[in-house]
């Protein structure tokens, strides 16, 4: 389990790995049901923080090239699992999603905009105390 700590922490510390992709594996986690719950939720959370990048991404190409969407929004999902499963990610996933949908009512369809990265390093920092939490 510490080794696959260590790797997951390593991810959650690269500057573009949670903008752009952040594969979390199945582990050991804690032996209890809800510790096990929780750290299936947290994936989920990282899998749809990730999916911003390319939500935006594809609106950017639907703007310029005319392409129909591919990506279903992952802001509900986000929401929904924040609320649920992790309020103490409440201030960051909120900042993450209010970037990007101020990004797409701007009309700015840039993955690495400064907004959106300022709001995915915010949540890299707070989402790495929480996985530390549940590894406990």
Not at 65 to 90: H, K, M, N, T
Request: charged share 30%; net charge negative; with cysteine.
């Amino acid at each position: 389990m510490a080794q696959a700590f260590k790797r997951l922490t390593d991810q959650l510390e690269q500057d573009a790995g949670l903008a752009e992709t952040m594969e979390i594996g199945r582990w050991d986690w804690p032996e209890s049901e809800g510790g096990r719950l929780r750290a299936s939720k947290f994936e989920a959370l990282c899998e749809a923080i990730n999916q911003c990048g390319r939500y935006v991404d594809q609106h950017r190409r639907i703007a310029t090239d005319g392409e129909s969407p591919e990506v279903e929004s992952p802001l509900p999902r986000i929401e929904a699992l924040q609320r649920a499963y992790f309020p103490e990610l409440a201030v960051q996933t909120s900042d993450v999603i209010n970037a990007v949908r101020n990004l797409l009512r701007a009309g700015e369809y840039q993955k690495r905009h400064p907004l959106l990265e300022s709001a995915l390093a915010a949540f890299r920092l707070r989402a790495r105390e929480v996985l530390e939490e549940i590894a406990r």
